[in-house]
């Protein structure tokens, strides 16, 4: 296998007159995580379908572990695991079942197959419900069931299709856990996400996906760079108060007409408390004060000029 | 390609199984419905033989048809829902997928028919087959559902939602009706009648029921064979071309 576990260029998609994607280029090296960031209908979903050979491409070259996608998508398929988007687990059937069936299919020994839907059960915690239908299980239980039926036959190239939306965030975290450990393994895995702080703790580099185009690029470090960081946002009941705050902090950038300043601060207490007794010690009080971590929506602001909710559309 | 149909034909066993609304619509249903039929309103039928002698190879059809909602729904909610997918990554030939439904569901259409049969001997059934008549009689009904099925997967696939493939299928639960089943068709109405003797089941009841009395005739066994390849190829080769655009 290449250094490269997945390799696309030029990728173009578009159903009728609609362009899905627009020239998409990536590369992901072996045994790191990779994260497409991106609010619905930027073309995750689409992206993923064609690297996994679910859907072909109009242009553009894919090539995974090694093989191109379009003239080898059954070496393609031997290599990789797919947790799509909405969990692909038979409802009907126990997890037990289900992750036979994927023994099944993939041609294990029955003694083998045993052993390895027992470890499974086992990793994700799942041996108590083993025996129940898939169907009375909680969205975070399915998940991960989906995930262990995903890693039969251990694939070495891992896509997981926003695998922790709806998700409450506990199970979130045990989630990340999971994908953590698997990359400790040595496994590749590309992610996305509609979440700036999925990405930023999971993946090695990201991708800003918007309208089918990828927007920005790199490590979580430098993509922060380019946005607007942690910032604390003080409201004043009147302009003299502002003034007067805003002389005292010259980093900060005011907002005349809701009175209110913007102070970056890492949201820590320690400079939190810094800041507050600065404000003290000039008698100044805010009426309002709250603490705001960039999200999605400003790296979309910062980085195309317009909001998640344009383009969703 | 062979084993992992085997595996597929397990999964869908295990959801038949499991689902006791499809066992009852496909087993117990046109047990209620020839109760109905024969027990209750037999006697107002004069057909000129025995009621049950004349409704059970109807009933037969009928219960072959009755199973058809569940198949419908299954092969849907495989290619709507993400499984489909997951097979698709993991290289399972369609074939499989398809094959898997088809089996498993002519398996509840012999039950389903083996239980008509049971239940009319309980009523007084007294065919005059011969044991070859009885193996025509098998092989009809295979051949029956096998076309049934077909059909019904490729509806179940072209519908947009579980819900309305189920749907999809009705028609083909209701076409017993207003076929020689019943009652036979030369005292239907005007139009129903000329209806009732040119539709498909038509041909293959009267095949079933000139087997059960020992005395098959070619007019009817030709057309139904004939009806039976038919919409099993069509059944097939749409249901193949949907799978391909749907999944």
Same mark, same amino acid.
């Given at each position: 296998?290449?250094?490269?576990?997945?390799?696309?260029?030029?990728?173009?998609?578009?159903?009728?007159?609609?362009?899905?994607?627009?020239?998409?280029?990536?590369?992901?090296?072996?045994?790191?995580?990779?994260?497409?960031?991106?609010?619905?209908?930027?073309?995750?979903?689409?992206?993923?379908?064609?690297?996994?050979?679910?859907?072909?491409?109009?242009?553009?070259?894919?090539?995974?572990?090694?093989?191109?996608?379009?003239?080898?998508?059954?070496?393609?398929?031997?290599?990789?695991?797919?947790?799509?988007?909405?969990?692909?687990?038979?409802?009907?059937?126990?997890?037990?079942?289900?992750?036979?069936?994927?023994?099944?299919?993939?041609?294990?020994?029955?003694?083998?197959?045993?052993?390895?839907?027992?470890?499974?059960?086992?990793?994700?915690?799942?041996?108590?419900?083993?025996?129940?239908?898939?169907?009375?299980?909680?969205?975070?239980?399915?998940?991960?069931?989906?995930?262990?039926?995903?890693?039969?036959?251990?694939?070495?190239?891992?896509?997981?299709?926003?695998?922790?939306?709806?998700?409450? /965030?506990? %199970?979130? #975290?045990?989630?990340? @856990?999971?994908?953590?450990?698997?990359? &400790?393994? =040595?496994? *590749?895995?590309? $992610?996305?996400?509609?979440?700036?702080?999925?990405?930023?703790?999971?993946?090695?580099?990201?991708?800003?996906?918007?309208?089918?185009?990828?927007?920005?690029?790199?490590?979580?470090?430098?993509?922060?760079?380019?946005?607007?960081?942690?910032?604390?946002?003080?409201?004043?009941?009147?302009?003299?108060?502002?003034?007067?705050?805003?002389?005292?902090? /010259?980093? %900060?950038? #005011?907002?005349?007409? @809701?009175?209110?300043?913007?102070?970056? &601060?890492? =949201?820590? *207490?320690?400079? $939190?408390?810094?800041?507050?007794?600065?404000?003290?010690?000039?008698?100044?009080?805010?009426?309002?004060?709250?603490?705001?971590?960039?999200?999605?929506?400003?790296?979309?602001?910062?980085?195309?000029?317009?909001?998640?909710?344009?383009?969703?559309? | 390609?062979?084993?992992?149909?085997?595996?597929?034909?397990?999964?869908?066993?295990?959801?038949?199984?499991?689902?006791?609304?499809?066992?009852?619509?496909?087993?117990?249903?046109?047990?209620?419905?020839?109760?109905?039929?024969?027990?209750?309103?037999?006697?107002?039928?004069?057909?000129?033989?025995?009621?049950?002698?004349?409704?059970?190879?109807?009933?037969?059809?009928?219960?072959?048809?009755?199973?058809?909602?569940?198949?419908?729904?299954?092969?849907?909610?495989?290619?709507?829902?993400?499984?489909?997918?997951?097979?698709?990554?993991?290289?399972?030939?369609?074939?499989?997928?398809?094959?898997?439904?088809?089996?498993?569901?002519?398996?509840?259409?012999?039950?389903?028919?083996?239980?008509?049969?049971?239940?009319?001997?309980?009523?007084?059934?007294?065919?005059?087959?011969?044991?070859?008549?009885?193996?025509?009689?098998?092989?009809?009904?295979?051949?029956?559902?096998?076309?049934?099925?077909?059909?019904?997967?490729?509806?179940?696939?072209?519908?947009?939602?579980?819900?309305?493939?189920?749907?999809?299928?009705?028609?083909?639960?209701?076409?017993?009706?207003?076929?020689?089943?019943?009652?036979?068709?030369?005292?239907?109405?005007?139009?129903?009648?000329?209806?009732?003797?040119?539709?498909?089941?038509?041909?293959?009841?009267?095949?079933?029921?000139?087997?059960?009395?020992?005395?098959?005739?070619?007019?009817?066994?030709?057309?139904?064979?004939?009806?039976?390849?038919?919409?099993?190829?069509?059944?097939?080769?749409?249901?193949?071309?949907?799978?391909?655009?749907?999944?």
């Amino acid at each position: 296998m290449t250094d490269s576990a997945i390799l696309a260029s030029g990728l173009r998609k578009a159903y009728k007159d609609k362009v899905v994607l627009d020239g998409i280029d990536l590369e992901v090296r072996a045994g790191t995580i990779f994260a497409l960031l991106g609010p619905n209908g930027a073309g995750k979903t689409t992206t993923v379908n064609i690297l996994t050979t679910l859907l072909k491409a109009d242009g553009g070259t894919v090539r995974v572990a090694g093989h191109d996608a379009a003239t080898g998508a059954k070496a393609v398929r031997a290599a990789i695991g797919v947790t799509g988007q909405f969990a692909a687990v038979d409802e009907l059937l126990t997890g037990e079942e289900n992750l036979r069936l994927m023994v099944d299919l993939k041609g294990f020994p029955t003694n083998d197959g045993k052993r390895i839907v027992k470890q499974l059960l086992e990793r994700f915690d799942l041996v108590e419900s083993a025996r129940k239908p898939a169907s009375t299980y909680s969205g975070g239980m399915r998940r991960k069931l989906d995930l262990a039926m995903t890693l039969v036959g251990n694939p070495r190239i891992i896509f997981l299709d926003e695998p922790t939306t709806g998700l409450d /965030p506990r %199970s979130r #975290r045990t989630m990340w @856990a999971i994908i953590r450990e698997l990359v &400790s393994e =040595g496994v *590749t895995i590309l $992610l996305t996400t509609q979440y700036l702080e999925e990405a930023d703790q999971l993946a090695d580099r990201i991708a800003v996906l918007d309208q089918g185009r990828i927007v920005a690029q790199g490590t979580p470090d430098e993509l922060k760079r380019q946005i607007p960081g942690t910032h604390v946002r003080l409201r004043f009941a009147t302009a003299a108060q502002l003034d007067a705050a805003a002389r005292i902090l /010259p980093d %900060s950038t #005011r907002d005349d007409e @809701a009175l209110a300043l913007r102070v970056p &601060s890492d =949201g820590g *207490t320690t400079s $939190l408390r810094a800041l507050l007794d600065r404000l003290d010690e000039y008698s100044l009080s805010a009426d309002e004060f709250s603490v705001h971590t960039p999200d999605l929506d400003d790296v979309f602001l910062a980085l195309t000029g317009h909001s998640t909710e344009v383009a969703a559309k | 390609m062979k084993s992992q149909s085997i595996v597929m034909l397990r999964r869908n066993l295990k959801h038949i199984a499991r689902n006791p609304v499809s066992v009852f619509n496909a087993v117990l249903m046109p047990v209620v419905v020839m109760l109905m039929f024969v027990y209750m309103l037999g006697d107002a039928f004069s057909v000129g033989v025995d009621y049950v002698d004349y409704a059970t190879p109807g009933l037969m059809l009928l219960a072959v048809c009755y199973g058809l909602g569940a198949l419908a729904v299954g092969v849907n909610s495989d290619v709507t829902k993400g499984i489909i997918n997951r097979f698709k990554v993991m290289d399972i030939p369609r074939g499989a997928v398809l094959t898997g439904h088809v089996i498993a569901s002519l398996l509840t259409n012999l039950i389903a028919v083996g239980a008509i049969i049971a239940v009319a001997f309980l009523l007084g059934f007294s065919p005059s087959a011969s044991p070859l008549d009885w193996l025509g009689v098998i092989g009809m009904v295979v051949l029956l559902a096998f076309a049934a099925n077909w059909i019904t997967v490729a509806l179940g696939l072209a519908a947009k939602s579980p819900e309305t493939a189920g749907m999809a299928a009705i028609p083909l639960v209701m076409l017993p009706f207003f076929s020689s089943a019943i009652v036979p068709a030369e005292k239907m109405g005007p139009g129903l009648r000329q209806f009732a003797e040119y539709q498909p089941f038509t041909p293959i009841i009267e095949t079933l029921r000139g087997l059960l009395n020992g005395t098959p005739a070619a007019g009817d066994v030709i057309p139904a064979l004939a009806w039976c390849v038919g919409i099993a190829l069509v059944g097939y080769l749409w249901a193949s071309s949907s799978f391909t655009k749907r999944a």
